[in-house]
Structure formats: C-alpha cells, structure tokens
C-alpha cells in the first residue's frame, strides 16, 4: 500500500439491519473508530436507515455511503434513489457495480457507467465494483474481464471526476463463500487495475484506491492490505459485527 494513497474500509451492510439494529452497529464502529489515525473509514446501511444512520455519525470520524444509486436525478423510477437524495441524507459515498447488482439484478455495464457519472453529478464518491467468476478465472479470463468493465465505467472521464473514483476488486467467486483471493491473487488483479486506469486516466491512476472486497476478516485483513497495489477493503459479512470490522480497520491503518 502506497504511504500516499490513504487507505479506504468500507462496510456493506447490505440487506441487513432494521433501523434499531443499524444504530446499535454504528455507534459501536463509531466509538470504535474514534482513536485510528491514517485510514478513512465508511458504512452503507440499507437505505431505510441511512438517514437515521448518517444523524448518529455526525461528528465522527466514520463517513456515510449508500449502497447504489439510480443513474437520473430524478423521474418515474418506482423505488429508485437518486444521488440528490443520498447527498442530502450526507452521503459522501455511493457504492455502484456491486457484484450482486450485477450477477442478481442483472445489471450491464453501460447501466454501472451511467451510475458512475450520476454519483459524481450529485457529489458523491462512487466505490466501483468489478471483478471476475470462477468461470472466467478458470478461463484465464480475469484480466480480461477487469480491463472490460473498467473501460466500460471511466473511459472519457476527466481527471477531476476521475480523482474522486475508489474502485473495488471483488473475485465474485470469493463473495459470501468463505473463500478469498490469496495476497498474490489480489495484487496481481490490483496491478492489472492500475494498469489499465493509467492507460485510461493517465497519472490520476497512481491516486487512485484500489479496495479488495472478498471474504475480507481479521485474520487475513492484514496480509491482503499489505499489498502494494491494496488501498484497503470493501467489507461485506465481517462489517456486520463491529469488532470484526474495526479490527480490519486497524490493520489498514497500521499499513497506510
């Protein structure tokens, strides 16, 4: 991990939470979070308690994200949520691409780019999600499917906007299963990401935080974050619990 770029955990709540219990969970990570230095640290509840959520942040050091954003500000979209909405809620990050909007929902590429640019439209930071299948990493295919859906999301995008974009590597095959990336695995795919951002972005790409999101928990948190090319960490069932999230917090400030 570059010491200039500051590392990102993120916590992806998912469809978890009632209100009641999202509050609980972020004043436990907000407590928790208020003595680490060199690491930002965020959390997308559901959307029912981001507001509730955001009010019980105010103040901390941990910031709010959602977890999608509609690609229009506004319009008929029955049970869309647009990136005013989410500013206004304070939001400062919008997850997009996740590999479940994609895999689950059914999601395109040019529908994750549209959202990509609504994010950055209505100020917020997008955390774009890619990665691979086990079918395409067993095909050999993993680079490949990176450089896709990263050129399908930033190409034209201009240094400004690119300079507020987080990506997130997600081996979807390691999502939810207990399986994980090895740290060579994950820096291979990181460097590759890099890579292709430089040839899309130019220097931006040196900034840009590259975040591992697969089965991420304490016990592998810190040799993942290691990583040269590892900028932090989407975190999914290990955000749920707040010490198993601030302990994967602190293994990325100890290598920022």
């Known amino acids: 991990m570059s010491a200039a770029r500051l590392p990102l955990v993120a916590g992806n709540w998912k469809c978890h939470k009632t209100v009641v219990e999202a509050l609980a969970l972020a004043t436990e990570v907000k407590h928790g979070a208020g003595a680490l230095r060199g690491v930002e640290i965020a959390v997308a509840p559901p959307f029912t308690a981001l507001q509730a959520v955001g009010k019980r942040l105010e103040g901390s050091a941990v910031v709010l994200a959602s977890q ?42 040019d529908e994750v780019r549209k959202k990509l640019r609504a994010a950055l439209r209505g100020d917020l930071r997008p955390i774009l999600c890619i990665g691979e299948t086990l079918d395409e990493r067993d095909g050999g295919r993993t680079l490949e499917r990176l450089a896709a859906q990263l050129e399908a999301a930033l190409s034209g995008l201009g240094a400004a906007d690119a300079a507020n974009v987080v990506v997130a590597y997600e081996p979807v095959w390691a999502i939810g299963t207990g399986r994980n990336a090895t740290p060579a695995q994950a820096q291979e795919a990181h460097a590759h990401v890099r890579e292709v951002a430089r040839a899309l972005l130019g220097g931006v790409a040196d900034g840009l935080r590259i975040l591992y999101g697969g089965s991420v928990k304490p016990d592998n948190a810190a040799e993942l974050l290691g990583q040269r090319d590892v900028d932090g960490a989407l975190v999914g069932g290990a955000s749920l619990e707040a010490k198993s999230f601030l302990a994967i917090a602190r293994a990325a400030a100890g290598r920022g």
Do not use: N, Q
């Open 68 to 109: 999608d954003c509609h690609w229009e500000d506004a319009g008929a979209f029955t049970a869309a949520v647009s990136a005013p909405m989410l500013r206004e809620l304070g939001c400062r990050y919008a997850i997009v691409g996740h590999s479940e909007r994609r895999h689950v929902f059914r999601e395109t590429d």
